[in-house]
């Protein structure tokens, strides 16, 4: 557990801002608000608000998928895992992002294309059956609306150390702007707005980086105060005693497991390339993300690093350790720049998370017990409102972010309760015509429980991932062998053996 102060959680604290850095941002705000806004008229039928007509280009959906996934965690649990682990955090960039990417545009996404699906959930249920739809769909709404509760706490712990507003306000603020275009608009308006928001987190980030380096007496004096000071925060693995990144588990896990899980079969991610305006579209967009991949480990990490330099004695807890970069390094003018990029880190990440998981709770949970009573325009209008339900949840969620010793620490404990047992349902899914639906019914339900026992035995988060992987790709073999399988025309389009070719 952390020692997180919740002192500041109702009172104004008195703060110095320039007036020309509180004028960019309300600019920001406004502007960005009415920008997305604007796709509302747009929105016809429920095709339209999530999957954005399957009208969305190639750099569009690329810019998003980054917007998307460098949010306001990773800005502010990419910092602050710097500050404690050093340049190890790196690693869930690296090895935790790229090559599962490519993998991911090559395998996965023209299988969810060619298969027309709205989610993750929906291919889960046409490769296996209904029951693997509903669990899976849940687990992943449930999973979802904490993160935005995690979005909105970090950027509550941004609003309070550079403004001085109190956790509550800066919370219900945070969700009040970024509900307004993401409610109206779908999948178009919130991929639209990630690709501004992109180019404006690449320009705070660089701004950043070049003003910390000159804060610390340039990159030579940088490297070596790090390595005087603190040595093994230039390890690249830490010791495989180590309680939240042992080296195998970051290979095993991570590598193997928790990174393909996430830019394979995670909807957030994969929404808007279900919503490509051609299958070459969705993959050219993941291999495009993959690219700007390769920079963003530099622009979130460095902040932990000079954070750690120059305030290693000042700072209560590691994820504070960005807010107080931007307010002691940045000048004016750029410090409100920065803070607009973190806003558009924030904005990009609860949108896309809140329209993928009114996805799901529409057509995968509620559309599935209706049996197919639900016609597109109520599809349209539950969808809206489910968007709005995830909202306020995760504003009451919001303060279990603070229970835990960082940020990445406590997101990625969940997704290893059940990213393991998922991925091997798409895996094998996709591989295999032989995997039966009983097969995957039961190694969902399995596969979930016994990462939860793990949990409970306080196995590291990274072991939990990949041992439940393996133990469910197991039981889906083993099962396999004593159930029948479905037939090569109810698996078309959903295995490898059993594509379609195209003329």
Not at 245 to 252: E, K, R
Not at 293 to 303: A, C, D, R
Request: include cysteine; glycine fraction near 8%; proline fraction near 3%.
């Amino acid at each position: 557990m952390n020692t997180f102060s919740f002192s500041a959680f109702f009172k104004f604290v008195p703060t110095e801002v320039h007036w020309f850095d509180i004028s960019l941002i309300f600019i920001y705000l406004i502007g960005i608000s009415i920008f997305g806004y604007f796709f509302h008229r747009r929105i016809k039928n429920s095709s339209d608000y999530f999957l954005a007509g399957k009208t969305l280009p190639w750099w569009i959906i690329g810019m998003s998928i980054i917007g998307t996934n460098i949010g306001s965690n990773d800005y502010v649990g990419g910092a602050g895992g710097a500050f404690r682990y050093g340049i190890a955090q790196a690693n869930f960039e690296w090895i935790g992002a790229i090559p599962a990417m490519v993998i991911s545009a090559i395998v996965f996404i023209p299988f969810y294309w060619r298969a027309g699906v709205f989610s993750i959930p929906e291919y889960l249920g046409r490769r296996y059956n209904q029951a693997v739809r509903v669990i899976s769909a849940t687990v992943l709404s449930l999973f979802s609306v904490l993160i935005v509760g995690v979005f909105l706490w970090s950027t509550a712990l941004m609003l309070n150390t550079y403004l001085g507003w109190p956790i509550a306000f800066s919370i219900v603020i945070t969700a009040g702007v970024v509900g307004l275009y993401t409610i109206s608009g779908g999948l178009e308006a919130v991929a639209y707005t990630d690709a501004v928001q992109m180019v404006i987190m690449f320009i705070g980030a660089i701004a950043m980086a070049i003003l910390g380096f000159h804060a610390v007496g340039g990159i030579g004096n940088f490297v070596e105060q790090i390595q005087l000071r603190f040595p093994q925060h230039f390890q690249a693995f830490l010791p495989s005693t180590h309680e939240e990144f042992p080296w195998p588990g970051v290979l095993l896990g991570l590598g193997l497991v928790l990174s393909p899980a996430y830019w394979c079969a995670n909807q957030a991610i994969l929404q808007r390339c279900l919503g490509a305006r051609s299958e070459w579209d969705g993959k050219a967009s993941m291999i495009f993300a993959a690219l700007a991949k390769m920079f963003v480990p530099f622009l979130i990490v460095l902040p932990g690093f000079f954070a750690l330099l120059l305030a290693s004695d000042k700072l209560h807890h590691a994820d504070q350790a960005l807010p107080w970069v931007v307010k002691n390094i940045l000048p004016v003018g750029v410090s409100g720049i920065f803070f607009v990029a973190f806003v558009a880190a924030l904005q990009s990440s609860i949108s896309s998370t809140m329209n993928s998981t009114a996805v799901m709770v529409t057509r995968d949970i509620i559309g599935v017990m209706a049996a197919g009573k639900l016609v597109s325009e109520k599809e349209l209008a539950l969808g809206r409102w489910i968007t709005f339900a995830v909202l306020i949840c995760g504003v009451f969620c919001a303060p279990l972010t603070a229970l835990y010793r960082g940020i990445y620490v406590f997101v990625q404990q969940l997704l290893s309760f059940f990213q393991g047992p998922v991925f091997a349902l798409v895996l094998l899914g996709i591989l295999s015509k032989r995997v039966t639906s009983v097969a995957g019914l039961w190694a969902l339900i399995c596969g979930l429980a016994f990462a939860i026992f793990l949990g409970a035995m306080k196995v590291n988060m990274l072991y939990i991932a990949f041992w439940s992987f393996v133990f469910s790709v197991l039981l889906l073999i083993a099962i396999s062998r004593f159930t029948k399988a479905k037939s090569d025309g109810e698996l078309s389009n959903l295995t490898y053996s059993t594509t379609v070719r195209r003329e």
